[in-house]
């Protein structure tokens, strides 16, 4: 599947996607993909992805421009259908703030359970991060 819209934001080690998709029912979404080298292997890289669907766009945009300035404690929750997003700004042990985005949804074996997805902005590419996806935005709508 072609994306509409794709942008890359590098910070450090870790290259974070945004791309913009149609899904076959004409619905467009966001998957948002952290990408960083492996700790196992360096050769390889880890990646982490979430998807953003366009009837939670307006509230987790609204989120993202709250937590921009990652001063913590903030905490948002965003229910979206099945999908339940969170926003945390943390705490790293150097002292770095950070904004860690998780998607949480029933898991397809076993609907008592939930499987989640997290990735992880750190300050020094906060604000590139959170243009980008204010970007990919206009293309949803």
Not at 58 to 77: C, H, M, Q, R
Not at 79 to 105: H, M, P, W
Request: charged residues 30%; positive net charge; without cysteine.
């Amino acid at each position: 599947m072609d994306a509409i819209f794709s942008r890359t934001v590098k910070s450090g080690k870790t290259t974070y996607f945004l791309d913009v998709k149609e899904a076959k029912n004409k619905a467009k979404y966001l998957t948002i993909t952290s990408s960083h080298p492996s700790q196992e292997d360096p050769q390889k890289f880890s990646k982490r992805s979430i998807n953003l669907f366009s009837n939670a766009v307006d509230d987790f945009v609204g989120a993202l421009k709250e937590g921009t300035s990652l001063e913590s404690p903030y905490n948002k929750i965003i229910r979206a259908g099945r999908t339940t997003y969170f926003l945390d700004v943390k705490e790293a042990k150097n002292s770095a703030k950070y904004l860690s985005i998780t998607a949480s949804q029933p898991s397809k074996e076993d609907p008592k359970k939930f499987t989640r997805r997290s990735i992880n902005v750190f300050d020094n590419s906060a604000t590139e991060f959170f243009g980008a996806v204010e970007e990919a935005v206009t293309y949803i709508k």
